[in-house]
């Protein structure tokens, strides 16, 4: 088993830019959970899929945020247009269940934004 | 508001002592107790849960910790921490008929030689 795969694990661009990251959950996950993670702020749930519907996405910060999972296999986290205040560390997990089953992690992706 | 309290935010403590992280949550409604750990570059990985049943729940690399109803706490201790234990743990709570888990801010254990 790969685990939660992400790419880019690193991602510098400019102010303005659009940027996707990029996800494929744990094969058999009905559950898909993306994370910021900041030192100022945590770790802050962002959106979450069940059976690649989203079903809570309150955590997205502004309109400029979004994310997509077109199968079950795959999901997006698109920032159209990037400021500066978004780099981060951005984690997708999955999980087989909703709340009563851990979370797997992926490595990351360390976004920055000049 | 749901939520999660470590009380501490780092904690240095020397090779081969014991360490208790400290965990709170903010209701007594049943509950699903986790600990992850999160080391440098990578992301969290499962050290523990409690889902129901026996109140102490050990978990991967000597780690262990008490569900307190009464108390609303979930501490994790080590009687004895190695140099490779450093790294970020973090409690996390589901609440019954929720699907987001709640994560608290993190502690960062620090141990040095």
């Known amino acids: 088993d790969a685990g939660v795969i992400q790419s880019p694990r690193h991602e510098v661009t400019e102010m303005g830019q659009e940027v996707t990251l990029r996800c494929k959950p744990i094969?058999?996950?009905?559950?898909l959970f993306w994370y910021r993670q900041t030192m100022m702020r945590g770790l802050e749930l962002l959106i979450y899929f069940n059976n690649n519907v989203p079903i809570d996405d309150s955590g997205m910060p502004e309109d400029r945020f979004s994310a997509k999972m077109p199968n079950a296999s795959f999901s997006t986290l698109k920032i159209q247009p990037s400021e500066p205040r978004d780099s981060a560390v951005y984690f997708c997990?999955?999980?087989?269940?909703?709340?009563?089953?851990?979370?797997?992690f992926g490595p990351g992706t360390r976004l920055t934004v000049t | 508001a749901q939520s999660v309290t470590q009380l501490d935010s780092q904690v240095p403590v020397f090779e081969e002592a014991p360490v208790e992280l400290r965990c709170n949550y903010s209701s007594s409604v049943s509950v699903y107790l986790f600990w992850y750990v999160q080391y440098p570059n990578q992301g969290l990985q499962l050290l523990l849960k409690y889902l129901s049943g026996s109140t102490l729940v050990k978990g991967i690399n000597g780690f262990e910790a008490e569900f307190n109803k009464s108390q609303t706490s979930f501490h994790l201790r080590k009687p004895s921490v190695h140099i490779s234990d450093t790294a970020e743990y973090f409690c996390a709570v589901t609440y019954t008929g929720g699907f987001k888990t709640i994560f608290g801010a993190g502690t960062r254990l620090f141990v040095k030689a």
């Open positions: 094969s058999g996950h009905n559950s």
């Open positions: 997990a999955s999980s087989l269940g909703q709340g009563t089953i851990e979370q797997y």
